[in-house]
């Protein structure tokens, strides 16, 4: 059984930053793209950002420019950086391990962690 296990959540005001990590097993972080992805209450998943070994990205048009994900190849952990978060980025994010490239949907990752909750609220 592949464990994603994340961190970093909580409660920020509106233009706060958190930084969410994944930690994976070495033998997935090291050929799988990383993913985040989010549901807020009511929505749909929906992907947030994500990230190839070699480093390629791909972010949702809604985080360009706010959100940055990375990778700790040591450390076997995948980054979720969050500036300038808004209310309507209140949902549970979820990291998701894919060897099908950076797609965007929640059928082409095959590990998903438990997901962490992160709420912008004043």
Request: glycine share 12%; proline share 5%; charged share 15%.
């Amino acid at each position: 059984q592949v464990q994603l296990v994340e961190s970093g959540g909580g409660l920020v005001q509106p233009g706060g930053s958190l930084r969410l990590s994944c930690a994976a097993p070495a033998g997935i972080f090291s050929i799988y793209v990383m993913g985040w992805f989010r549901q807020a209450p009511g929505k749909q998943r929906e992907l947030v950002a994500t990230n190839t070994p070699g480093g390629r990205t791909r972010y949702a048009d809604s985080v360009k420019g706010r959100f940055t994900i990375s990778r700790d190849n040591a450390k076997n952990t995948v980054y979720l950086q969050m500036n300038n978060l808004k209310p309507e980025d209140t949902a549970v994010y979820y990291c998701a391990a894919s060897l099908r490239g950076l797609g965007p949907h929640e059928w082409e990752y095959d590990y998903w962690g438990q997901g962490t909750q992160v709420t912008v609220s004043s």
